[in-house]
């Protein structure tokens, strides 16, 4: 089911800037126990991308009902979607003063992997493609994805999510995911974003819960050196929560590595 | 009038992975006395970024004959867009093996200004937002273009073109131009592209003349210091020609420049 300004339809005008320039934001949020996790972080995050591109905010009362009433058709898992475009019009690249801003939402359905990958772990490789450096377009989601595309472009099926790393070699993300590792002193880590990277709704509630659990915890500029010699290796996103890694395949070898003890009770309480 | 797929419509599948990743490129093409101009070279570039992308080319007969029909309802000049995206489908970033390649055609009426501009010049501005650095991305026209977007959106009426640096400080081009400056020697000096920046049509098309016309011409590395410095500064595009700066306000000041001679028997013999 998809909606577009409210309207149930699966078309979109020809004219939007997001198809012409990638001039929007999104969000991709899960729902589990017929309820969208995290939501408010999400539509702050959403808020936040907007004024950034100095997108008028949508009507959040209205975008609020939407998501409701597509929310209200799911059995009990899957993922929804919203993205929000500076609409049509302008002059070319540059917007209009006051644009109509197009709000979409789309519901996909929950991969059975997606669980699988939380107990099994997954099979990590590492992406030519780079991260650009751009302070202004980072932390946020917004549809200028082309290097993520081209970097999950690289994975073969026998790999599950690739670590990117920026244009001066610093590990900063998955193609679709935020990536922390375990150190032998049992510090977790996770790359230092502000250049590049998205600032991952899961990766601040995971933040935020190793401190509560007294583990210790630093955001960092990390090279891959560090991620070769980690105990273990940790992907998060909203949709995945947290998946272990079994192995990683950088230019030089293949490694294995073992489960952090927290991730299962990490992924437990997002379930509950 | 829209073609998608070859079919009247002014609408697009909400699912196409332009909208959701600006997962396609695009060309923008002058049509003057009913005839696409330097359309070989666009297709060329078009057929490149595509090729960068991994996006298997569109059916270029069908193409030719949409671009052809299109161009037969023009009564004199237009400008004609061609968006080639990926189409539907793939997991999340990742996309399907064989993709079936959306293409998409518009028609928009040629502005009066492209050519008052041309004899009368253009007030010249410095943006702040920045290019980032990413050779992968660099030269085609991909749909990911919110750098262009952030700067054209700082652009008041006064000013119909905005430098852009990249990260580096370095000149790379304007928000929807390339950049030519004449120095006193006479020499015309282009910013050397690799790093970012579009490999213009127009660009290509007035480096050939200007050698053709024995004018010294290079392509390096610009600082600011130079465009201050120098005599005369042309921006080009494929619809515009090339527009000469009348003044251009950098942070420090702002400065009056001479049109260079050339500049308007360049333009004549493209309207020819």
């Given at each position: 089911m998809i909606l577009v300004n409210g309207i149930q339809t699966n078309n979109l005008p020809v004219s939007d800037r997001g198809l012409h320039y990638g001039d929007g934001v999104f969000e991709t949020i899960a729902i589990r126990n017929k309820q969208p996790q995290c939501l408010a972080s999400h539509l702050d995050r959403l808020k936040l991308g907007c004024s950034a591109l100095s997108i008028p905010l949508p009507d959040m009362d209205e975008l609020g009902s939407e998501i409701a009433s597509l929310t209200d058709t799911v059995a009990?898992?899957?993922?929804?979607?919203?993205?929000?475009?500076?609409?049509?019009?302008?002059?070319?690249?540059?917007?209009?003063?006051?644009?109509?801003?197009?709000?979409?939402?789309?519901?996909?359905?929950?991969?059975?992997?997606?669980?699988?990958?939380?107990?099994?772990?997954?099979?990590?490789t590492l992406c030519e493609t780079r991260l650009a450096h751009n302070p202004q377009l980072s932390g946020f989601k917004h549809l200028n994805r082309l290097?993520?595309?081209?970097?999950?472009?690289?994975?073969?099926?026998?790999?599950?999510?690739?670590?990117?790393?920026?244009?001066?070699?610093?590990?900063?993300?998955?193609t679709?995911?935020?990536?922390?590792?375990?150190?032998?002193?049992?510090?977790?880590?996770?790359?230092?974003?502000?250049?590049?990277?998205?600032?991952?709704?899961?990766?601040?509630?995971?933040?935020?819960?190793?401190?509560?659990?007294?583990i210790n915890v630093v955001e960092a500029n990390i090279r891959m050196g560090e991620v070769l010699q980690a105990q273990?290796?940790?992907?998060s996103n909203s949709i995945i929560g947290l998946w272990p890694v079994k192995s990683f395949k950088s230019?030089?070898?293949?490694?294995?590595?073992?489960?952090?003890?927290?991730?299962?009770?990490?992924?437990?309480?997002?379930?509950t």
């Open positions: 009990d898992k899957a993922i929804l979607k919203i993205i929000i475009t500076r609409g049509s019009g302008g002059r070319g690249y540059r917007p209009e003063a006051a644009p109509q801003v197009t709000r979409v939402l789309t519901l996909h359905p929950w991969g059975d992997h997606i669980n699988e990958h939380r107990e099994k772990g997954i099979q990590l290097e993520q595309v081209l970097a999950s472009a690289e994975l073969t099926d026998n790999f599950q999510e690739g670590i990117m790393q920026d244009m001066d070699g610093f590990i900063i993300e998955g679709m995911s935020n990536l922390f590792i375990v150190t032998g002193d049992n510090t977790v880590k996770t790359p230092r974003l502000g250049q590049c990277g998205i600032q991952g709704i899961m990766r601040d509630k995971l933040l935020k819960w190793l401190k509560n659990n007294k273990s290796i940790l992907m230019r030089q070898q293949t490694r294995d590595y073992v489960f952090a003890d927290f991730a299962a009770s990490f992924n437990k309480q997002l379930d």
